[in-house]
């Protein structure tokens, strides 16, 4: 096992954490999460202070957010699953005119387990599980209460959806009906079937095109929300919720995207800092450019770590073993050859459809997120499509059919791809429309990683955006701050590179860089004790780890392989592995409930992606 290792220089690299994407968990996981983890139900004297109303339902009994009135003072609402609350607030649409049209935020949290007047409440970590476009609403119904476990029960845990996305108002939506939107490319809308953009001879240009109708469609329908539809509004929203809560300062913890956001924030308003985590970075600056060209860095790390690992573990923990690492890789490029020629077709209960060439290379890559999400369960589809099966692996990134609803619904709107077009799209210098330029890019990206079939797709989105005015906030981002942020990295993240971590801190006097040497996309996507503990002493205390703190994992992705999760393996890793005296091996409750909370992050909680 790798040891917890610190050195003067420091050290050298996507659910994927959409911050575990508040796919991730459901709503059964999060009630077994609340009874176990530190989240309390609210005594009358918290109801009373946080301003707390009762739960209204619609006719089916069920919380609808329409009973959640908006206001411009936060009134906190029971809502889904005890304990969470969540509330609306009313914001200006453009705050260069804050006296004209409003915006409503949707926010979901776990309060604290202390009183907010208390002289141990310590205020609300802001969420962000990346994206961009990813539901913080939904993070927080997911991943709460263990988000909660890590960061300590003297906090609120806080997710908002942010401007144009989901719940909150206006929303990013081009198409005029779900139905519009299935027939024009499937649920998603606009890149429906995450499509791999040379799978044939007219792939690419065939996606120019469709970015240039979307991009029509969003001019057209939504220009003028759009423009209010971007990083800096939204960094000024999280003020805004900081103020509301009546503190001066933000605490927040950002993945992936939600690096761009705290970047951003910090650069604003480098005085309102009281704590920032920004887990899984990208390169701003890349990203203000609408390059996206730097991600994939280490992705091919990332996923000959899968090789590695299904070797150790044996063919009796992933099913996809052959003898060396090498000969599993060759065994999934025969796959894709086997599924180019001949598409495997699958019909489900719940869909149907064909596992070819695009949803096996959209599988892997997905899976490189969370590999302790994924990789068993990717290993056992693969042995199972190599006999002719292709039901297990389809079923990965299955959903259900699309059945048209008759009448609007007012309960949970879904989380499509408009908004993330629309802020990436926002932020990022203009993309040439030409198709000759888009062509030069495409060969560029793919002679660095052969990833970039499915990466590219993510700049060609913004090919045909309306002139649409920018965000306000152009830079520089680098900033003194008024505390100093933790930038959190993997060795090995499959789209944001432990290289702009380290990039990026060199812009915030005092930044340190906390390298977690694993694979997946944020630190969540792995267990470590040691990660999530100096987390959590940068939240409660302030501390920052050591330049050049390296933190190890506990485990493999392959639940069953035997590297078991005993006292002993933990607290080993926590000390670095060197202390051996089995007396000081037992774990504290705090690292019970710690390494409890990031096993199931880890496990069971994908963040959104990026493409």
Request: hydrophobic letters at 40%; charged letters at 20%.
């Amino acid at each position: 096992m790798p040891t917890h290792t610190t050195s003067a220089g420091g050290t050298g690299t996507v659910t994927m954490p959409e911050f575990c994407r508040a796919l991730g968990l459901g709503a059964f996981l999060l009630l077994v999460a609340s009874t176990l983890l530190l989240s309390q139900p609210c005594d009358l004297l918290i109801v009373r202070k946080y301003n707390v109303q009762p739960m209204e339902t619609d006719e089916t009994g069920s919380f609808s957010w329409s009973t959640v009135i908006p206001s411009e003072t936060l009134v906190w609402h029971p809502c889904y699953a005890s304990p969470t609350q969540c509330a609306r607030l009313i914001v200006p649409l453009n705050y260069s005119d804050p006296a004209g049209d409003k915006a409503v935020i949707a926010m979901a949290r776990v309060p604290a387990a202390v009183a907010p007047d208390s002289t141990e409440y310590r205020g609300p970590v802001l969420l962000n599980p990346g994206g961009p476009g990813g539901s913080g609403v939904d993070l927080v119904l997911n991943a709460g209460p263990l988000i909660s476990a890590l960061v300590g029960p003297q906090f609120d845990v806080l997710g908002f959806d942010p401007r144009g996305v989901g719940r909150s108002t206006p929303r990013a939506s081009f198409f005029e009906t779900d139905l519009e939107r299935v027939l024009w490319g499937g649920q998603n809308g606009i890149q429906a079937s995450l499509s791999v953009l040379n799978t044939s001879a007219d792939g690419l240009a065939r996606e120019w095109a469709r970015a240039q109708i979307v991009g029509q469609l969003a001019g057209e329908r939504q220009r003028e929300v759009l423009a209010h539809i971007n990083t800096d509004q939204t960094a000024t929203d999280m003020l805004s919720i900081v103020k509301a809560h009546g503190r001066e300062k933000l605490l927040y913890w950002g993945f992936s995207y939600g690096s761009v956001l705290g970047e951003t924030f910090a650069s604003m308003f480098p005085d309102k800092i009281e704590r920032m985590v920004i887990d899984g970075v990208v390169d701003i600056k890349n990203y203000y450019k609408t390059l996206w060209s730097t991600n994939l860095i280490d992705t091919d790390k990332t996923m000959n770590a899968f090789f590695t690992y299904c070797h150790a573990v044996g063919p009796s923990n992933c099913p996809f073993y052959a003898p060396t690492p090498d000969l599993i890789a060759a065994n999934l490029t025969a796959l894709y050859d086997s599924v180019k020629a001949r598409p495997v077709p699958v019909r489900t209960r719940d869909s149907y459809g064909l596992v070819d060439y695009n949803r096996l290379r959209v599988t892997i890559f997905s899976s490189l997120y969370s590999p302790w999400a994924m990789w068993a369960p990717v290993a056992h589809g693969l042995a199972a499509l190599a006999r002719g099966d292709g039901a297990p692996l389809y079923s990965l990134l299955e959903t259900p059919s699309f059945q048209c609803e008759c009448g609007e619904a007012d309960g949970e709107p879904p989380i499509v791809r408009d908004a993330a077009t629309a802020i990436l799209c926002n932020d990022g210098d203009p993309v040439p429309e030409a198709f000759k330029e888009l062509e030069k890019y495409f060969e560029e990206m793919t002679s660095k990683s052969g990833w970039a079939e499915i990466w590219a797709g993510i700049r060609t989105a913004c090919v045909g955006w309306p002139d649409i005015p920018k965000a306000r906030f152009r830079g520089p981002f680098e900033a003194n701050t008024s505390f100093p942020l933790l930038v959190v990295g993997n060795t090995a993240d499959p789209v944001t590179p432990l290289w702009a971590a380290k990039e990026t801190a060199k812009g915030f006097p005092n930044a340190v860089v906390l390298t977690q040497d694993s694979p997946g996309h944020c630190s969540i996507s792995a267990p470590s004790v040691c990660t999530q503990t100096y987390i959590r002493d940068y939240f409660v205390n302030g501390t920052l780890p050591p330049p050049g703190t390296v933190c190890p994992i506990v485990g493999t992705p392959f639940p069953d392989s035997g590297a078991s999760l005993h006292q002993k393996n933990v607290k080993q890793e926590f000390l670095g592995g060197e202390q051996a005296a089995e007396e000081t091996l037992a774990l504290s409750v705090d690292d019970q409930a710690v390494l409890h909370a990031v096993k199931k992050l880890s496990e069971s909680c994908k963040l959104p992606r990026m493409f």
